[in-house]
C-alpha cells in the first residue's frame, strides 16, 4: 500500500489511486487535472486553499486505505 505524503503532487496521488478525486472535491480542489494543480504538493495545495494539510492528508491515506485502487 502506497503511503500519501505531504510532499506528494496531487498528480502522484491520483496516479496512486484516481478514484480518491472526491477527497479532493471535498476541499474544494475540482480542477486536478489544471496544470498547477497536477504540480502542487499536498501541502502547497492545502496552503494555497487555506485547508489543514494534515487533516486532508489523514482523509487522503484513510479513503487510500479503505479504498484502495487495483488497476
Same mark, same amino acid.
Given at each position: 500500500?502506497? /503511503?500519501i505524503?505531504? *510532499?506528494?503532487?496531487? +498528480?502522484?496521488?491520483?496516479?496512486?489511486? !484516481?478514484?480518491?478525486a !472526491?477527497?479532493?472535491?471535498?476541499?474544494?480542489?475540482?480542477?486536478?487535472?489544471? !496544470?498547477?494543480?497536477?504540480?502542487?504538493?499536498?501541502? @502547497? +495545495?492545502?496552503?494555497?486553499?487555506?485547508? *489543514?494539510? *494534515? @487533516?486532508?492528508?489523514? /482523509?487522503?491515506n484513510?479513503?487510500?486505505?479503505?479504498? !484502495?485502487?487495483? +488497476?
Amino acid at each position: 500500500m502506497n /503511503k500519501i505524503t505531504l *510532499d506528494m503532487t496531487i +498528480a502522484e496521488v491520483l496516479a496512486i489511486n !484516481p478514484e480518491i478525486a !472526491p477527497v479532493f472535491f471535498e476541499y474544494g480542489m475540482h480542477c486536478l487535472s489544471c !496544470p498547477v494543480a497536477s504540480a502542487e504538493t499536498i501541502a @502547497e +495545495a492545502a496552503e494555497v486553499h487555506g485547508i *489543514d494539510a *494534515d @487533516e486532508m492528508l489523514a /482523509k487522503l491515506n484513510e479513503f487510500n486505505n479503505e479504498h !484502495p485502487y487495483n +488497476a
